[in-house]
């Protein structure tokens, strides 16, 4: 059985299925753009790369959590 995601990281497949790129180089978009604020960086990856809000901060949370 295995653990299903939760949190941001639930988001991650539909992310990769429909923006087509792997979360670890979104993880990196994100962390090239630092530092910047939560907000900021989900308006980068919605005016730059037409991503979605709830996928943007999804990723922008999930990124920032890691440290």
């Known amino acids: 059985m295995t653990d299903k995601a939760k949190g941001p990281a639930s ?16 993880q990196s978009l994100i962390r090239a753009r630092q530092p910047a604020k939560h907000m900021e960086l989900v308006a980068f990856l919605k005016q730059e790369h037409g991503m979605g809000h709830g996928h943007a901060n999804a990723l922008v949370a999930a990124t920032l959590a890691e440290g």
């Open 11 to 26: 988001y991650f497949p539909s992310i990769e299925a429909k923006y087509g790129r792997p979360i670890a180089e979104w």
